[in-house]
T-cell receptor, first 114, second 111 residues
């Protein structure tokens, strides 16, 4: 079984709809991240959480919100989806106790906003 | 804002050729990482370089961290179709080890 899972893997929605992307991990890591990937722009950080009670905005948080329901779960919401939020979304985890920061990524969610 | 620019953005080469991908920034990083992403999957860490001037080899891949810790390169010798993918550099900085990803280089190796 994958250590970092994301649901759904693909999603088509309409402008104005609220949607939630979910991420779960079995690695026991304390840190979790949400990234957005667009062609030619690498990975852009949306939100990150260092533990259940710690949520921080990343580079591109406008239009997004997150919830860390438990150490193993971190969900991303688009309150009112717009077409330019069409992208590939990745969840990642890392362990603050590790000697070197290594991020472990889920398989991604491909989102299309019509 | 820390920016990591990668070049080239796209690269299509024949099997057996050599190539170099560059990752440049005006910011200093405590370490520099390279990830590879295959279609339909998330990025996977290949290597972390920590010391300025450090060179690490992973089979046919050679990674170098610049002396000033602002840039890095990835050299692939005798590329294979299995090397096809998106290569991302990532700079690590700060007390809490913030990771900033580069713009990515999409590599296609043609058999």
């Amino acid at each position: 079984d994958a250590d970092v899972t994301q649901t759904p893997r693909n999603r088509i929605t309409k402008t104005g709809k609220r949607i939630m992307l979910e991420c779960s991990q079995t690695k026991g890591h304390d840190r979790m991240y949400w990234y957005r990937q667009d062609p030619g722009l690498g990975l852009q950080l949306i939100y990150y959480s260092f533990d259940v009670k710690d949520i921080n905005k990343g580079e591109i948080s406008d239009g997004y919100s997150v919830s860390r329901q438990a150490q193993a779960k971190f969900s991303l919401s688009l309150e009112s989806a717009i077409p330019n939020q069409t992208a590939l979304y990745f969840c990642a985890t890392s362990d603050s106790e590790a000697d070197q920061e290594t991020q472990y990524f889920g398989p991604g969610t491909r989102l299309l906003v019509l | 804002t820390q920016l990591l620019e990668q070049s080239p953005q796209f690269l299509s080469i024949q099997e057996g050729e050599n190539l170099t991908v560059y990752c440049n920034s005006s910011s200093v990083f405590s370490s520099l990482q390279w990830y590879r992403q295959e279609p339909g999957e998330g990025p996977v860490l290949l290597v972390t370089v920590v010391t300025g001037g450090e060179v690490k080899k992973l089979k046919r891949l050679t990674f170098q961290f610049g002396d000033a810790r602002k840039d890095s390169s990835l050299h692939i010798t005798a590329a294979q179709p299995g090397d096809t993918g998106l290569y991302l550099c990532a700079g690590v900085s700060g007390g809490y080890q913030k990771v900033t990803f580069g713009t990515g280089t999409k590599l296609q190796v043609i058999p």
